[in-house]
Structures are given as structure tokens and as C-alpha cells.
């Protein structure tokens, strides 16, 4: 069994004292909140398997490959466990031996895909490339590589990649998201409405899912994603067009990036408002601000000054 | 057994389209043989009142090109949207916008004022300024009103299928109406063309590089253009990957980068967004860690005009539809 | 077990029972695991009266867990039976400032309950080093405390009541809302502390007490550990009221310096000392009172600030020793196991001495740390963890310190608790409590489904209780 090749990994495994310190900050048991979904979880389930204690099933692939790379869980750990290199290996030997499950990873229409090749490009663990099938190109995910930062669904020109479902990233839950917000009925007295994008190690520390490390105010809307690779001009402009004065996105400074997209966001970003402007449309109600890990203070300053700022704008009118 | 009843109509356009269906040639007796056609004012002599007289639902489909931005226009198409079964958009003014989409970045005032004051070919000394209505000693005469904003067909009436395109290439015209013909429709809304975008079906895709980027921006009527090399590859913004296919590479044929005139696939809501957001992914990825916060303006800069190249052929079907004007 | 019915009572969507999610909830922070039968995660008091009459009629074991992170077993299903996940259970009711108190649900992280005290000026003050996922209802059933408990107090002195779901379902509301009462037995105390196997815990009032205005941290260094332990014994006698009294040995200090590069100076012992308060002139007194007391016992001052940045910094070699001592040594694992205890404040340092002597003894590293103020010392057996022979060696220290433990009068558990690893050495030490506790259990659990086979239940030998979560000589021990 390919599990053997893990035993490398068993000093490290060891070295976990198993104090459930890494539940704190983790994207997706904050979503499910079954400790399956937690590093310590999956790496006791990684262990079972190496040592044949578990027979690895679908069910317990499925949580290996359930990971957005944040590596909020290492940053945290008492004992300084590699858990994203170990369960990377466990994925590739997942794989290797026949569990294709579908996990976080981006997926690919290959109805919709053009061969385009742009999502290679823009892919930094190189996790993505075209294949040849029946004379067409079509782009591939490698499911062990992809981080599911999301930077290539918005590059896509297509819109045939996409992260998955329930893990309030994909397309369709922040367009929900953003929709619900624009139908909320404030009082008089509340400013104007603006969205924040955050990236996740934006509003580290003390990040819990749905539950931020600042107030946020009434009239703003903070949605994090994991990266701000995956904001969306589409989502920016049809915020504005219905009713969100301005829209703040809060990245990792240039060079803090671990998949390079802030860079890509950047030039989007100078892009969309020089299209604005060109649209008479103030470039100012699209913002992109840079905050690092430990910089909460800051990103709520950015915010409140940010709604100050798009309040006197109003709402954007084009009729 | 009585013969489909067809209508052409054509609202803001050129005339291409018109021409496409001439274009075709000997296809056409096909199409004349198997339908009656009962308005096509470039060719035919029938009048609105013709229409009129007709029951609702009578005329099986009517292909109506060019956009919506007059009210004779806009009652035309509505007759006809009462009168017909089917309506097909043709063409790339009545599916997205067009070219006289690009109008949007104006208003009535603003056409007025560049068409008959300040163009450089207006003589127009007393000043004559279109009106809706005027009295004269026969009774009164009246004009369409032009409206401000330029729009797409789908924007003022319910439509059945589209024929992208500027004009719509002809063997999709008779792949079209071959469906209508036969009854063998996708469902309704279906744009009658690729699936896919351009890329797939471009000739040179293969040409691009492992890691395809824009390191520095060519313009294509300033550089010597490969005519074998994909046009990103060589630096030159062409909207391929984004446009839908089918209309068999016809500009990249004839060494010009598409313009993006069959609009997006299907996924994508704003084609010039996602055009630009393509674009910006992949510019100069290799060089972006060295470049500072000004560089990367200096290099998006570049882009002369961007909201008239990504939005050339789709502004009025974008998000925000037009320019907002300054009151 | 009739996992159709538990699924109605609390939705198909909060029961599991696929081996991915048996085998997490099998283990914790301790070396034991095992696998339950089934995970439920109810939703109201009500759903889990309901489970327990069921579970109470079947004899069913139930296993109530936060997050499990006990280290000594608490929730690991030594039966198999059901393990009831509180956490979805995780609102905070409600919090009165005005009468110092707030009403928990158990599953409420002990962090979130303090962030959202802060904006009232409040603290819930005895929270442990894993308060940033630790739940309220296993810091109860663990009698949990913390680094500032020296000043503070445990767990126990800020439940005020209870509300507890016995074995047979029936639902109890224990204990008051105020500061103190002499409202018949206080059972709710009795809970505190039980790990779980007299009751569900269900609701929880909790005591609160301001936040206090300032903090000052000050760092002494000692060459000799013996004049470290005595300084702590002095500062305590003195009657200064330290918030913080921290000690780290010469292996913890190489500990940090070695795989964290702390750049620490090595010497024997270091101590941190921390006052807190409204008036800044009085925490100064104390501080310099604990820093004179230092002295006198040869000790240097190196480091003393109010500001948060600098505290954090310079107390940063003490809140990362896991993850130094983790890395200690290259196949060597950090076990909990003799990882706590409580000794009279006079014995801290020969406490200490005593440890490195075990250690060497029995060929296991060993160092001693803690909250020496509340007379907790820490230690943690740091061995290659698939060495048959390591494990014989670590039976032998584990009995050893505790031994010496009970002849000095100290006690088997300062915070960890009892559950499967200290029971043996506890059984031994306790028989008189564990007669009392035996009565008590048979009166509120007579079918002993509640977390049975632990405390004094628990088997006499620790390491045959369950599986070792290790791999020793690539065999599984005994289950």
C-alpha cells in the first residue's frame, strides 16, 4: 500500500502533542464544526492510516483533500508539525491509490473550458496545465497542488473554474452574500453601504469564520475570502451597480503573497479604475488597501475612514 | 400547406447584416423557397401597416438587427415581438450592443451636439437641430425620439435565441434557420454559436507558450504582426479568449486580433470585465514581483483606452450599460 | 444502538458514525484513545435529556466533550458508547455587568466568552493556556486554572450555578446567581471537577470580575534552581498578591534556546512575575516587593515593563515551551504523562531536583515549569515514543514523581485532572476520597453510564487503559 511511503512522516506525527491548538483558526471547522475538519483531525486519521490502525475509505480522503493552505494551523502550533506538507503527502498517496475524491480544490468545466491556457499562467504551485483529449486543449487540476486560492477563476475568461461550493467562496454564495447585504434595510442615519474583500491572513490574527476580530459596522459588509485572487471585477461592479457605495479590498502587501495574487489583484484594481473613470464613474469607490498578518487595527481604521469617504460619494446613479 | 411566415427588420445598424443574409449567395433560394417573407425593408416592399393588419403569432420568427435607441425602432420591434412566435437577435447590435453600442459613452445631447455642430464635416450654420414634432402649415410632423441610451434588443423585448456576430457569419445563418426550419432548437436564449471561446477553435492556440503573458504591450496597427503566432503572445490585446466562437477566425485570419464582436460564453455576465481581468491576470507576470505599486500603474497605462476596446461591441449589454453623464 | 433514534431526536445531519469522524473522536490531548460507537452533537437541553434517558435505559455509555483537550483522558471513550460533542451548544446567554455574572451554554470557547467581556471591561479570569479553544463545560468538569489562578483562583471559585442533565435525563438546576449562598449542599461545586461522570453539564453561571487597568511583568533569573523555588515560597509567605508567577528549569530554558533560538541566558532557573490592579503605584509595590524577594535569594532581575508589546515579548520564552520542547530532540516525542502536579510551595524546588533525578533514573528527559504560584509544577516526559523499553522507563518515573509527590503532600493533579492517566498513581494516594466519591456516583449514576471506567473507576495500570495513541515497537498495545 502506498500508505507506506507516509511512515517518513511518523517522527513528525509524533511530535504533535495533540493539544487541538490548530482547531482555532481553521477555515473549514469553523464551517462544519465536526472535528474531522480540523488539522489535528486529519492528521490523527493520516496516523491511523500509515500505522493500519483505519483503512483509508472515501470519507476520510474527502477530509484530506478539504484544505484552503492557509496555514493558520501550523502558524499556531505548539510543536511546529509541518501539517500542510504532511497532508500533502497523504493527498498524493490518496490519489495514488484510487481515491479521486472532489475536496476544496478548483474544478474545471471542461464543456465551458477553451484551452485558453491563462490559468497556467497565473497559477504559482503550478498546479493547473492543459491536457490534449480528442484534439482539444482542456485545462487540469492537479488536486494534491491546488491551494484553492482562486486567483485563475477570476483570470478565467470563460468562468469555467470554480472553487467548491459550501465553503462560502465560490461565485454563487458571495454573490448571495452580497445580494442579502443590498437588500438589508438600514436605518436613516447609517452611511452609505460599502463591501470589504478581505483576504484571510488580512484579518489574522483572531479570524473566526463569520466571527471578526473588529465590529463590523451596519452599513459594511466584510467578506472574507481566502485570497484576494478570487474578487472578482464582475462582483465589484455589480455591487456598485446595486447599491454599494464603494468596495474596499484589503490584500497581503506586495511580496507577502503565498500565491502571488496580490499582484494580479493589483493590476485588476488599476485597471477596473481607469475603466471607471472612463465610465465617469469616481475611481475612488474602488479601493484596494494592503494589510498584513497582526494589522487588525489597521484594516479597521481603513474600513471606518474608507465608509467616511464613499458616504459623501452616494450611491452610483448611471441613469 | 401555407409557408413559414419571416420578417427582417433592422433598427440602429449598419446595413451588414443585411448583407449577410445576401451573402448567402445561392443559399438564399433555399431560404425564399421555404419561407414567405412578409417585411425586409432593404429588399421588400412591405409597409408597417402590413404588419399591423397581421394577427398576433402570424409571422413564425422575425430576425430583427441593430440596436434600440429611436422610438420607431422601439415600437417596430415591439409589433413585432407581439406578431411573432420566435424572435431571433442577428447580429451583434441586437444581441449586445454593437458598435453603435459605443454611444452609451453618450447621450442625446452629446450625439447631437458632435453630429450637427462641431464634426469636422457639419456645415449647419443656422444651427438645425433634430425635434420630435414640429407644425407646419400641412398639420404636424413628427420624428422618433433618440433616445439617451443605446439598447440591446433582449433590453426592450423578450427574445427567443441570438445570432451573435458583426455581421453573423453565413454558415450559422443557415445552420439557424435550418433549425427553425426543421423544429430542432436548443432551449430558448441559446446563443446560436460555439460553446466554447474563440481559443478552441483558433488556429493559433498552439502557438502560445507554456506560460502565456503579455510582457509588454504591442499595439497592433504599430508592430510587424506574425501572422502564424497567437496575437497575446506577441503582446497584442486580442479579446479571442473571451469571445465566443464560431465565426471561424475570420479577423485573426486576416491578421487582426478579434474584437470580441460574437460577445462572451455563456458563464460570464460583463464581457469587458472579464476581458480585463484576463488581460491584467496575465500582464507581465514574470516581471511583477520587481515592479513597484507606480510601475504597475505606468504599465496598466498602457492600455490607452480600455473601457472602448474591452466594451467595443458590449456596452450597452454590460453591467453598468453606459457612461454615466455629467449632469 | 439505535442510531435511527438518535438521529430524531436531534437531526440526521448532527449524528455520525463513519470511521473518519469514531476515530477523531476517539482521542484528545492525552496518550490514550479509543473509538466511540457514535457522535452526537445536540442542539438544547432538551435533545439531550432526551439522549441520556435513552442511553440510561440501554446502558449506554455517554461521553460529554468540548474540545478535547484534556491530557489526562477525560473524554476519550474508553466503552465505545456515544460521545456528545457540545459544541454546537455555544451561545453565551446572556451577561449581566451590572451583577458581575453570565449565563454559558457549555460549548461557549472560553476566549470568545472573554472577547466578548472585554467591550464591558470583564474578565472570566481562571482560564487555561488552551482557552483559545478549551469550552467552558470541560474547563468545569476539569476543575481548570490557569497562569493567572495564583491570584485568581480555579475554575470552581467562579461557578456560581449550574443546570446539569443527570444519567437518567432529569434536569437540575444547581447553585445561584450570586456571590455566595448557604442555599443547602453545594452540589454545583460538587460538578466542578468531575469530568464528567456525574452529570451533563447544560448551563453554566459564571462569576465575573473587572478587568484589571494595568499589568507589570518582571523576569528574574537565578543560577541556582533551589533559590528560585525558595524566592517563590517567600513571595507567596510575604503576602504579595502576584497575578502571575511562572518557572521555567535549566531544560526548559535550553529547550527554548535550541530549537527557538531565544538566546535566553542558560541559566538554572528563570521566574516571571506579573501585578495587576487599578492604581499603578500599588502594583508598584508589588513588584518591586517580588524583585527585593528575588534578590535576596540571589537572583538578577532582568527585565520588568507595562507595556503589552514588551510583556509579550519578554514572556514569550515561557508561553512557546511546547513547541520547544516538542523539537527537543530529534525522534523524541513530548508525552503527557506526569505532566502535572501541586506541591506545598516549599518543596517547588526540591520538587524540581527531584524530577531531573527520576528522569535520569529511568532514561527519560524530564523538565519542570508552571504556575509555581498556585503550586502547580508542570512537567513533561520527553522520550522516543516508539521505544518499548522508554515506555517501562516512563511507568517507573510516572509512579516515582508521584510517590514523592504524595509523601511531601502534594496532590496527583494541580489542573490537568485525573480521568486515566494519574488515576493509579491518585488511587493509591486517595483511598479514603475514593470510597466518598464511589457513593456519590452510584447515587446520581447507579447504571454508570456517564464517562465511566475513569477517576475512580479508571483501570490501576495507565498504560494497558486504552491504546496508546504511538506506535511502540510497531505494536498496538492493549485495549
Known amino acids: 500500500m ?114 485558453c491556457g491563462i490559468c497556467v499562467s497565473v497559477c504559482k504551485p503550478e498546479a493547473t496545465t492543459l491536457k490534449e483529449e480528442n484534439g482539444d486543449k482542456l485545462a487540469t487540476v492537479d488536486k494534491v497542488k491546488c491551494e484553492a486560492c482562486g486567483v485563475c477563476t477570476v483570470a478565467c475568461p470563460s468562468g469555467a473554474r470554480e472553487l467548491k461550493e459550501g465553503y462560502e467562496v465560490s461565485r454563487k454564495e458571495l454573490d448571495a452574500k452580497i445580494d442579502k447585504f443590498v437588500k438589508e434595510k438600514l436605518p436613516d442615519d447609517a452611511k452609505e453601504k460599502t463591501v470589504t474583500f478581505c483576504c484571510n491572513w488580512s484579518v489574522f490574527p483572531g479570524l473566526r469564520l463569520s466571527v471578526l476580530p473588529f465590529e463590523d459596522k451596519e452599513s459594511n459588509k466584510t467578506l472574507v475570502t481566502m485570497c484576494t485572487g478570487r474578487v472578482d471585477p464582475e462582483m465589484i461592479v455589480q455591487a456598485m451597480r446595486d447599491g454599494i457605495a464603494g468596495v474596499l479590498i484589503s490584500a497581503c502587501p506586495l511580496g507577502e503573497c503565498e500565491h502571488d495574487a496580490n499582484y494580479k489583484t493589483l493590476r485588476r484594481v488599476l485597471l477596473l479604475k481607469k475603466m471607471l473613470q472612463q465610465l465617469n464613474i469616481e475611481p475612488e469607490r474602488v479601493k484596494l488597501t494592503w494589510v498584513d498578518t497582526n494589522e487588525v487595527a489597521k484594516l479597521e481604521k481603513e474600513i471606518n475612514s474608507f465608509s467616511e469617504e464613499v458616504s459623501k460619494l452616494g450611491t452610483v446613479t448611471v441613469e | 400547406m401555407s409557408k413559414p411566415k419571416v420578417a427582417f427588420y433592422w433598427c440602429a445598424s449598419c446595413g451588414g447584416c443585411e448583407e449577410a443574409v445576401v451573402d448567402l449567395a445561392e443559399d438564399i433560394l433555399k431560404v425564399v423557397e421555404a419561407v414567405e417573407i412578409v417585411l425586409w425593408p432593404v429588399a421588400l416592399d412591405f409597409k ?57 459613452f453618450s447621450n442625446r445631447k452629446g450625439v447631437f451636439e458632435r453630429v450637427y455642430h462641431t464634426s469636422e464635416s457639419t456645415s449647419n450654420p443656422s444651427g438645425v437641430v433634430p425635434k420630435t414634432r414640429v407644425t407646419v402649415p400641412e398639420g ?129 455576465k460583463d464581457f469587458g470585465l472579464k476581458a480585463m ?33 474591452f466594451y467595443m461591441y458590449n456596452l450597452p449589454s454590460s453591467i453598468l450599460r453606459r457612461r454615466k453623464m455629467e449632469d | 444502538m439505535d442510531v435511527a433514534r438518535l438521529k430524531s431526536i436531534v437531526g440526521a445531519q448532527h449524528v455520525r458514525d463513519a470511521i473518519d469522524e469514531l476515530y477523531v473522536y476517539g482521542a484528545d490531548a492525552s496518550v490514550h484513545q479509543a473509538m466511540p460507537q457514535v457522535v452526537v452533537r445536540p442542539g438544547s437541553i432538551d435533545e439531550i435529556r432526551e439522549i441520556a434517558r435513552y442511553a440510561n435505559s440501554e446502558l449506554i455509555p455517554i461521553v460529554a466533550r468540548g474540545a478535547g483537550s484534556g491530557m489526562s483522558g477525560h473524554a476519550v471513550p474508553l ?51 488552551s482557552s483559545r479553544i478549551a469550552t467552558i463545560g470541560g474547563e468545569i468538569g476539569n476543575n481548570a486554572s490557569g497562569i493567572r489562578s495564583v491570584k485568581y483562583g480555579a475554575t470552581r471559585d467562579y461557578v456560581l450555578g449550574l443546570k446539569v442533565v443527570l444519567a437518567d435525563g432529569e434536569l437540575v438546576d444547581l447553585g445561584a ?73 535549566d531544560i526548559a530554558i535550553k529547550a527554548v534556546n535550541t530549537t527557538l533560538n531565544m538566546g535566553l541566558p542558560e541559566v538554572d532557573a528563570i521566574i516571571f512575575f506579573e501585578a ?104 513533561k516526559i520527553l522520550m522516543n515514543p516508539n521505544d518499548k523499553e522508554k515506555w517501562e522507563g516512563a511507568k517507573k518515573a510516572v509512579e ?64 494497558t487503559a486504552t491504546p496508546i495513541r504511538y506506535m511502540i515497537d510497531k505494536e498496538k498495545t492493549a485495549g
Open chain 1, 2 to 115: 502506498a500508505l507506506e511511503n507516509l511512515k517518513k512522516w511518523e517522527k513528525e506525527l509524533n511530535t504533535c502533542i495533540r493539544c487541538g491548538y490548530c482547531y482555532e483558526n481553521c477555515h473549514i471547522f469553523k464551517l462544519t464544526n465536526w472535528e474531522s475538519d480540523t488539522p489535528r483531525g486529519k492528521l490523527i486519521l493520516a496516523y491511523g492510516m500509515i500505522n493500519g490502525d483505519i483503512e483509508p475509505t472515501e470519507d476520510i480522503a474527502k477530509k484530506i483533500f478539504e484544505c484552503f493552505y492557509c496555514r493558520l494551523c501550523e502558524a499556531g502550533c505548539s510543536a511546529k508539525v509541518p501539517v500542510t506538507e504532511i497532508l500533502t503527502d497523504v493527498r498524493q498517496v490518496l490519489l495514488d491509490d484510487g481515491f479521486d475524491v472532489e475536496g476544496t480544490h478548483v474544478e474545471v468545466d471542461e464543456d465551458k473550458c477553451c484551452g
Open chain 2, 48 to 104: 408597417r401597416k402590413d404588419v399591423e393588419a397581421m394577427a398576433d403569432g402570424e409571422i413564425a420568427v422575425s430576425f430583427i438587427n441593430g440596436a434600440v435607441r429611436t422610438e420607431e425602432q422601439l415600437e417596430m420591434v415591439e409589433l413585432l415581438r407581439r406578431k411573432s412566435q420566435m424572435v431571433v437577435a442577428f447580429g451583434s447590435c441586437a444581441h449586445i450592443g454593437g458598435i453603435p453600442g459605443l454611444a452609451n
Open chain 3, 276 to 379: 495587576d490592579g487599578k492604581v499603578k503605584e500599588a502594583i508598584d509595590y508589588e513588584i518591586t516587593t517580588m524583585q527585593e524577594i528575588c534578590k535576596k535569594h540571589n537572583g538578577q532581575i532582568t527585565a520588568t515593563s507595562y507595556d503589552l508589546k514588551e510583556r509579550t515579548k519578554y514572556f514569550s520564552g515561557r508561553k512557546k515551551l511546547f513547541a520547544a520542547l516538542a523539537k527537543y530532540k530529534d525522534g523524541y516525542a513530548c508525552t503527557s504523562l506526569a505532566d502535572d502536579m501541586a506541591v506545598p510551595y516549599t518543596k517547588m524546588a526540591e520538587c524540581a531536583r527531584k524530577i531531573h533525578e527520576i528522569a535520569d533514573k529511568y532514561g527519560v528527559i524530564m523538565t519542570a515549569y508552571g504556575h509555581c504560584g498556585s503550586g502547580v509544577m508542570h512537567t
Open chain 2, 140 to 268: 404636424e410632423l413628427t420624428l422618433p425620439e433618440f433616445f439617451d441610451t443605446v439598447n440591446t434588443l433582449d433590453q426592450v423585448i423578450d427574445v427567443d435565441y441570438y445570432l451573435p456576430g458583426c455581421a453573423p457569419p453565413a454558415d450559422l445563418i443557415m445552420d439557424a434557420v435550418t433549425a427553425i426550419l426543421e423544429g430542432n432548437l436548443p432551449p430558448k436564449g441559446t446563443v446560436l454559436a460555439s460553446k466554447k471561446s474563440l481559443c478552441d477553435e483558433c488556429d493559433r492556440n498552439d502557438s502560445k507558450p507554456e506560460k502565456l503573458q503579455i510582457s509588454e504591450l504591442k499595439r497592433v496597427h504599430l508592430t510587424e504582426v506574425d501572422p502564424e503566432k497567437c496575437f497575446l503572445a506577441q503582446g497584442i490585446i486580442c479579446l479571442g479568449m473571451v469571445t465566443r466562437g464560431g465565426c471561424g477566425q475570420r479577423c485573426v485570419n486576416a491578421n487582426m486580433p478579434c474584437r470580441g464582436c460574437f460577445g462572451p460564453t455563456d458563464e460570464v
Open chain 3, 177 to 249: 446567581r450570586t456571590r455566595v449562598e448557604a442555599a443547602g449542599y453545594q452540589v454545583h461545586r460538587l460538578i466542578v471537577g468531575s469530568e464528567g461522570t456525574l452529570g451533563i453539564i447544560v448551563e453554566a453561571t459564571l462569576k465575573l470580575v473587572p478587568l484589571p487597568k494595568f499589568r507589570c511583568l518582571s523576569v528574574a533569573m537565578f543560577d541556582k534552581l533551589e533559590d528560585a523555588g525558595e524566592s517563590i515560597a517567600d513571595i507567596i509567605a510575604s503576602g504579595c498578591e502576584p497575578s502571575m508567577l511562572e518557572l521555567m528549569d
Open chain 3, 400 to 463: 516515582a514523581i508521584y510517590d514523592y509527590v504524595d509523601k511531601v503532600g502534594g496532590v496527583t493533579s494541580g489542573e490537568h485532572g485525573i480521568a486515566l492517566s494519574k488515576a493509579p498513581a491518585w488511587k493509591k494516594a486517595r483511598p479514603d476520597l475514593m470510597k466518598v466519591m464511589t457513593k456519590i456516583k452510584k447515587a446520581l449514576d447507579p447504571n454508570n453510564i456517564l464517562n465511566p471506567d475513569k477517576l475512580m473507576d479508571a483501570p490501576d495500570d495507565w498504560y
Open chain 3, 79 to 129: 466503552k465505545g458508547g456515544i460521545v456528545l460533542d457540545m459544541k454546537r451548544m455555544n451561545r453565551i446567554i446572556e451577561i449581566k455587568p451590572d451583577d458581575m455574572y453570565c449565563k454559558v451554554e457549555p460549548g461557549v470557547v472560553d476566549d470568545d466568552l472573554n472577547r466578548a467581556l472585554k467591550p464591558y471591561g470583564l474578565s472570566y479570569p481562571p482560564s487555561p493556556a
Open chain 2, 277 to 309: 481581468s484576463s488581460i491584467a491576470s496575465i500582464f507581465n507576470i514574470e516581471g511583477e514581483k520587481d515592479m513597484s505599486e507606480e510601475e504597475t500603474q505606468k504599465l496598466i497605462d498602457s492600455i490607452v483606452d480600455p473601457a472602448g476596446l
